[in-house]
């Protein structure tokens, strides 16, 4: 790497060093921002035009095949948002009311709420600190202690039924390892890489190595569609029947109402998948412009004391979503008063999320250890990340 022309050191200069950077003049930085143009504004007018906004159109499929050639995956499945993805993917890949889903302690809450919302329990374990993702050695001792053989939870009675890793701010996760454990037991994993479009590990894209992964594609992700999500699988049939389920489980007919099971109104939109075929179009552009943002933030603070930038892959294997630095030292206090520092600045920073078992509504639900997953929430700071900024630096 070049020898950067400035290196920021003290780690209480960032926020003024961020606004000077970022904010010349003084308006308040987010940490993500979508980015429309043109191209999202044709495509809105088209599809208005057209009067296919709602359920039928032909935007849905045409964005479907985009995303499955851009992922490699075989099937593609777009739906409302990646928490409705999240629960019906886990439900075709077997989760049933009652039955245990292992999930790393440390997530946005979307991933233990898709698991309640099926009638599932959430089943933290501990995330790994290179990472941040789930730590596929703590996944294998848990289950050898609590389940055994024959994946019963002796503690609860219940079926440990599936696997969900998720990949932070866009880098992918050890799905490989996690993969192989989930093999050992005969568990199928569903890989939550709403983060994570354009990221790969080995040349393979995250959400491919489990039975299903599932996109998002909200406000905040790398593109947008409003709201949105997508299943990607190799697997037609799993596909096929998410696509059913998700449309009210109607059977084909040009008039009856046959419905064979009790459905989900989860598909997307036309409209919806009309602005985000405009965003495909950009996509490159975007991963492009979040890896040079990322290279710069990690060149520019590679001699910051007390903290390092959070680069765990290459930039050519994740998406750079979301940029962080790590405290050296796991402590609250001195995070919030960066935090504090930095929204004073008109820097919109956030730390990573709280701990998943200790949020309320998930209290009481089994829960390994978790020394990493506390570390890690009290020494992560996310840092503006929106594409547009990579304009801003050399
Ligand atoms: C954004 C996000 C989700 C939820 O996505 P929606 O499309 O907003 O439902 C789930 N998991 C993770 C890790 C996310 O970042």
């Not at 109402?257 to 989860?266: P, S, Y």
């Given at each position: 790497m070049a020898i950067p022309s400035r290196w920021l050191e003290k780690l209480d200069e960032l926020p003024s060093w961020l606004a000077a950077q970022f904010a010349p003049a003084g308006a308040p930085v987010g940490l993500h921002e979508p980015e429309l143009g043109s191209l999202e504004e044709e495509a809105l007018v088209a599809c208005v035009r057209s009067g296919f906004v709602s359920s039928v159109g032909p935007a849905v499929r045409e964005f479907e095949q985009r995303l499955a050639a851009f992922t490699g995956a075989g099937e593609a499945v777009a739906v409302v948002n990646a928490t409705a993805g999240l629960q019906v993917a886990l439900r075709l890949c077997g989760v049933r009311p009652g039955d245990e889903v292992i999930v790393p302690a440390v997530s946005f809450i979307a991933s233990a709420n898709a698991i309640v919302h099926l009638g599932a329990v959430p089943h933290f374990v501990d995330i790994e600190p290179d990472y941040l993702g789930l730590d596929p050695e703590a996944v294998r001792r848990r289950l050898k202690v609590v389940a055994g053989g024959d994946l019963v939870n002796r503690h609860t009675g219940a079926r440990i039924a599936a696997i969900l890793p998720v990949h932070v701010f866009g880098h992918a996760c050890r799905i490989e390892e996690i993969c192989a454990v989930a093999e050992e037991f005969g568990l199928p994993v569903v890989e939550d890489a709403a983060e994570s479009l354009g990221s790969h590990v080995a040349d393979r894209h995250t959400g491919r190595f489990g039975r299903a992964g599932v996109l998002s594609f909200n406000g905040n992700k790398i593109i947008t569609t409003g709201g949105g999500g997508a299943i990607i699988t190799d697997d037609l049939t799993l596909a096929n029947h998410a696509r059913h389920l998700t449309s009210q489980a109607k059977c084909p007919h040009?008039?009856?109402?046959?419905?064979?099971?009790?459905?989900?109104?989860?598909?997307?939109?036309?409209?919806n998948a009309a602005l985000g075929?405009?965003?495909?179009?950009?996509?490159?552009?975007?991963?492009?412009?979040?890896?040079?943002?990322?290279?710069?933030?990690?060149?520019?603070?590679?001699?910051?004391?007390?903290?390092?930038?959070?680069?765990?892959?290459?930039?050519?294997?994740?998406?750079?979503?979301?940029?962080?630095i790590s405290l050296d030292l796991p402590d609250k206090g001195v995070r919030d008063a960066l935090l504090g520092a930095l929204h004073g600045a008109g820097v919109l920073a956030r730390p990573l999320w709280n701990l998943l078992p200790a949020q309320k509504p998930f209290r009481g639900f089994p829960a390994a250890d978790v020394p990493m997953a506390r570390a890690a929430c009290a020494r992560f700071v996310n840092l503006p990340s929106s594409a547009r900024l990579a304009d801003f630096v050399s």
């Open positions: 040009p008039w009856e109402f046959e419905h064979d099971e009790a459905g989900f109104n989860f598909r997307m939109p036309n409209v075929l405009a965003q495909m179009e950009r996509l490159p552009e975007l991963l492009r412009r979040k890896r040079r943002l990322a290279a710069w933030y990690a060149s520019s603070l590679s001699h910051l004391e007390g903290a390092r930038f959070f680069l765990p892959r290459t930039v050519e294997e994740s998406n750079c979503w979301l940029n962080a």
